[in-house]
């Protein structure tokens, strides 16, 4: 018995040493927002609520000697999700390449173009029923149980990166609720000079494969996007479109054709940021595995902007302000309306 205990105690303090003497590098960063939204819905009351949105992150790595870096992290966020711990590993070889291992991702959602819009904090609910979406990537499912591998910068020509990405299913038992059981996906990156203007091109192409107890599916998730942004100095430029199907869980109308059109102007001088967005989302439902259309279409037009202004280093106070209209089966929603926010953001 002694002797096991004097092995058990080598063994850990051999493993204490080994921590300390080889623990990988960790940082951390995470910010602190909160502010107050005034929401006015069409056919409602007004209300004001406060608004928070907290997050704080760590980040792993350490580089072998053959020069590869693995890294991870981990998020604890606001109040209503704890934490995030589905982060995989990052391989970063050499050569520049990355491939994600474990909930990797979806790699056509990895190359979306992003779109100025307000970067206030205010939200507007339409009808649960509404499957019209206002995101280019709507259509980009992706299981835990995969990959994604991403090319190093220049890849085939100047200014261009490639992602390709694959996941598998999980074996979980069907339920009522579409799941996502593998997808394949490539994404590409573009970028490049034109004078004065920096130009930044995007597209992907995601389809998935899914499953639900019950009823069938028709048309699985899939689509493509394709978006361009525009830099001059302190003038940022964007647009994007995406069209193809998805789905919206075990509701009636579940399977769904859509069309997104997004645009949006970011201005930047000295202190102070602008922000002003558009997009327009419009879909066709379909009951869980029928062919035919479900009724008229469903559609969201959302217009934002926003005022941001450097308050000191890491603090920004932000103004924002959305208005939605929004219809389902080809009738008006009267829960889309407006929101104001007005708040501030500490980050680290």
Known sequence: MKKELLMGTALVSTLGAASVAEAVTATMSGNHQ?????????????TNAQINDNNFTVSLSETTDGGMTISSSFKVMDENTKEDY????TLAFTDGSKLDVIAAGNAAGSHAVSIPGSAGAEGVTTTSSNVAPTGLDFMTGSTALGVEYHTAADFLADGLKLSISASTDNGAVNTATYRTDSHYAIGATYVTDLGDTAVTVGAGYSTTDGSRDGTGIDNDPAGIHVGVSAVTGDLTVALGIADGESTAGDKVGAEYTADVVKAGVKYVTGDLTFNVGIASGAATDNTMGSTSTGGSEDSKDVASASISYAVASGVTAILGYTDVDSSDEGVNDTTDGSAWYIGANMAF
Do not use: N, R, V, Y
């Not at 909160?34 to 007004?46: A, M, V, Y």
């Open 86 to 89: 589905d982060a995989g590993f």
């Open 34 to 46: 909160t502010g107050i939204e005034f929401d006015s819905p069409t056919g409602g009351t007004d």
